[in-house]
């Protein structure tokens, strides 16, 4: 069974500074990993995702996430913050194979807030 | 243009009034999913569909039913509402379950009150 855990409900960061937003899962099998992101009023977006390619993933936005085995995580960096990142972002973790019990478990989602 | 649309996008009903929240794709996606969201718990899944009359409860699926027979469409029904399916509802869809299509294409969401 899959699970996924996301750090910190809230982020606040100033414009300009390292976004580090954080992600750990849990997999009996090598796992799928997603991030999301919402902005206000909208429905999920797919920022990027890991697919056992390349550990170093990099996504939309100027975002990217690092496959860790070792430290069961795929935290979301993003080396300077802009005013228009400010959105909830959302882990989430599916297992390989078509199964009906494969299916994509979300985190409980961060927001990130920019200060000026 | 390739997207998931919800019918309504806003809805205030009474309790016990039966309801129907339409999905949408047109991007001849297989999978077809319904989530909820609700403050500090995520998306929860209510109901899935692999494809055309296949369909599967989520982690929610309590008074909710569903039905798929287009591959385009993927109706959400709420028998009977109760204050506690008041909620935002996501419907998604991927291209489909295997050879790691796994990525979903949400909806804009359609936000339920039920008094």
């Known amino acids: 069974a899959q699970s996924v855990t996301q750090l910190g409900s809230h982020v606040s960061v100033s414009e300009g500074a390292l976004v580090l937003l954080r992600c750990n899962y849990s997999?009996?099998?090598?796992?799928?990993l997603f991030w999301y992101v919402q902005y206000p009023n909208q429905g999920l977006q797919l920022l990027l995702k890991?697919?056992?390619?390349?550990?170093l993933v990099k996504g939309i936005n100027g975002f990217e996430a690092e496959f860790k085995k070792s430290e069961t995580s795929f935290h979301l960096t993003k080396p300077s913050a802009h005013m228009s990142d400010a959105a909830e972002y959302f882990c989430?973790?599916?297992?390989?194979?078509?199964?009906?019990?494969?299916?994509?478990?979300f985190g409980s989602g961060t927001r990130l807030s920019i200060r000026p | 243009e390739a997207q998931v649309t919800q019918n309504p996008r806003y809805l205030i009903t009474v309790t016990g009034k039966k309801l129907t929240v339409t999905c949408s794709q047109n991007?001849?996606?297989?999978?077809m999913s319904w989530y909820r969201q609700d403050p500090g718990l995520g998306l929860r899944q209510i109901y899935y569909s692999m494809n055309v009359e296949v369909t599967d409860k989520g982690d929610v699926p309590e008074g909710y039913k569903v039905s798929r027979k287009e591959k385009r469409n993927f109706p959400l029904i709420l028998e009977s509402p109760s204050p506690n399916q008041t909620s935002l509802y996501f419907c998604a869809s991927s291209l489909s379950q295997s050879r790691g299509r796994y990525e979903q294409y949400f909806g804009p969401g359609t936000r339920l009150t039920v008094t």
């Open positions: 989430a973790v599916r297992g390989p194979g078509y199964s009906s019990a494969s299916k994509i478990i």
């Open positions: 991007m001849n996606h297989e999978y």
């Open positions: 997999s009996s099998v090598p796992p799928y």
């Open positions: 890991y697919t056992s390619a390349a550990t």
